[in-house]
């Protein structure tokens, strides 16, 4: 059973930027995609992008379209968020995610199997 550890999160300036990665360890095979979803307080969680991992394509949410980056590193099992020109809208807490099938749209959180802890991710005026 794969472990999922993110980091990466902290505070930072509107217009500013963040690197969040997400190590899996204990995985025993490669998974079919990786995602990150986030969770402000009192909202529900919502996704934010989502990457398969054999071909490297991506997807996105709308609200993070041009800002935010996805991306791996199949050496390091590491995904990674690259994520700029931050805004207000973006402060939540950021889980990565491991899905390893691909039953389902890789933008569903019901698609997978194991979640890391979320890093918190605040962006001040």
């Known amino acids: 059973q794969a472990q999922l550890v993110e980091s990466g999160g902290g505070l930072v300036q509107a217009g500013g930027s963040l690197r969040l990665s997400c190590a899996a360890s204990?995985?025993?095979?490669?998974?079919?995609?990786m995602g990150w979803f986030r969770q402000a307080p009192g909202k529900e969680r919502e996704f934010v992008a989502a990457?398969?991992?054999?071909?490297?394509?991506?997807v996105y949410a709308d609200s993070v379209k041009g800002r935010f980056t996805i991306s791996r590193d199949n050496a390091k099992n590491t995904v990674y968020l690259q994520m700029n020109n931050l805004e207000l809208e973006d402060t939540a807490v950021y889980y990565c995610?491991?899905?390893?099938?691909?039953?389902?749209?890789?933008?569903?959180?019901?698609?997978?199997?194991?979640w890391g802890q979320g890093t918190q991710v605040t962006v001040s005026s």
């Open positions: 995610a491991e899905d390893l099938w691909g039953r389902s749209s890789l933008s569903h959180p019901r698609a997978y199997e194991e």
């Open positions: 204990g995985r025993a095979m490669r998974p079919y995609g």
């Open positions: 990457i398969r991992w054999s071909d490297e394509n991506t």
